[in-house]
């Protein structure tokens, strides 16, 4: 088993990431370790609920929790307001209070939606997330950040909500789509980009055994993505600086899910394609030197991911402007310095965006 720290400044608030196969039966255990209250309401998808709900509530009452299950539907399109406020119905009329907690099970939907019910239920109660999905597994499930999406953007509302712990059991990814497997693979990529480049020659090594769902590569690229998700988030919690690397390839990939309404890219192949146009920015702005990028290149082109939508560049511009990276009209874009160390760069303009939008076109068309 894997234990990481995430440190925050006030010690209190700092939490575990325990990572290791099996860890799903002894989510009892880990929820009293960590004084997580008496009453639990577990919020899963239908999805997921059935998959691995019974397990949750029966090791949660074996450890003396009183647990109960609240589901929703699956998908992006329920991370809304309205999800949320039926999720409050549900923890009102089981009479949930402020001494009760809440356990998010699921990928990166059910994470930001738990997480954000759990941060607005009654001012705020604790939390726990047990993450199914590699994407939520690496990235969404650590941090504190909740939220819900708006018609305008993608996680436009949202509050800051620490968990009390993570608990991530590689084994629920034998349940996971093959086509989810790959696009949480982006995220791997990114941390790996961004802060590691140990974790890069890992991924280049290893790829045909994480494609296909290899469970020993798969808690290696976990736990190293996991690190640097913790590492970063101790640095910076609510994303003053530091923290903005974490968005590498995020900015085009936000456009792209919003503009088509969340409904042709998975999360993770957006951000293998905003990845790609990151790193031929990167190079076009002398920062990244031409064989780093063509090793970068080598390792993406082998992500599985859809065709790009049709879009117009307004379209994309429109979505880019309404993007919460957008501070004081300034853009904030991640560039890569070299692999394993991101900058972030606001001289990124509607112009420049425009051609990596062409050259993302391009290379679709097999002629970049």
């Known amino acids: 088993m894997h234990t990481l720290k995430v440190r925050l400044e006030e010690r209190e608030r700092g939490y575990p990431i325990y990572i290791g196969r099996g860890l799903l039966s002894q989510l009892g255990e880990v929820a009293r370790r960590h004084g997580l209250p008496e009453h639990v309401a577990v919020i899963a ?14 090791s949660l009452r074996s450890a003396g929790y ?5 589901t929703f539907p699956p998908g992006e399109g ?14 009102l009329a089981r009479r949930l209070d402020r001494r009760s907690a809440i356990i998010a099970l699921g990928g990166g939907v059910t994470g930001d939606l738990g997480g954000f019910v759990a941060a607005t239920y009654l001012r705020g109660i604790p939390w726990a997330v047990v993450p199914t999905t590699l994407l939520a597994q690496v990235d969404a499930a650590i941090g504190g950040k909740t939220g819900v999406d708006h018609p305008r953007g993608k996680n436009l509302i949202g509050a800051f909500h620490q968990p009390r712990f993570v608990l991530t ?20 990529v990114k941390s790996a980009l961004i802060w590691d480049e140990a974790l890069f020659r890992f991924i280049e090594e290893r790829l ?16 190293g993505a996991a690190r640097v998700k913790a590492e970063v988030v101790s640095r910076d919690e609510r994303e003053g600086g530091l923290r903005r690397i974490l968005n590498f390839g995020h900015t085009i990939a936000h456009a792209l899910e919003a503009a088509t309404g969340y409904q042709h890219l998975l999360h993770g192949e957006a951000v293998a394609w905003g990845m790609r146009a990151a790193v031929w920015l990167s190079q076009e702005r002398g920062l990244l030197a031409s064989a780093e990028r063509a090793r970068v290149e080598a390792l993406l082109r082998r992500l599985p991911r859809p065709p ?14 309404h993007d919460k990276k957008v501070l004081g009209g300034r853009l904030h874009f991640v560039l ?4 394993g160390e991101a900058v972030v760069n606001t001289g990124i303009g509607e112009e420049a965006l425009l051609a990596a939008w062409k050259y993302l076109e391009d290379l679709q068309r097999g002629n970049p």
Do not use: F, N, Q
């Open 45 to 58: 998808d239908s999805t997921v609920a059935e998959l691995y709900g019974e397990a949750a509530l029966s």
């Open 208 to 223: 045909a055994a994480l494609l296909s769902g290899e469970l020993a590569a798969l808690e290696g690229a976990i736990a």
């Open 169 to 188: 059991d590689p084994e629920t990814l034998s349940t996971l789509p093959r086509r989810e497997l790959h696009a949480g693979l982006a995220e791997v």
């Open 66 to 70: 009183k647990a109960e299950l609240l």
């Open 78 to 91: 329920s991370k809304t307001l309205e999800a949320a406020a039926g999720l409050y119905d549900g923890l």
């Open 336 to 339: 890569l310095r070299r692999i």
């Open 308 to 321: 790009l939508p049709e879009l117009s560049p307004r379209e994309l511009l429109d979505c880019i402007r």
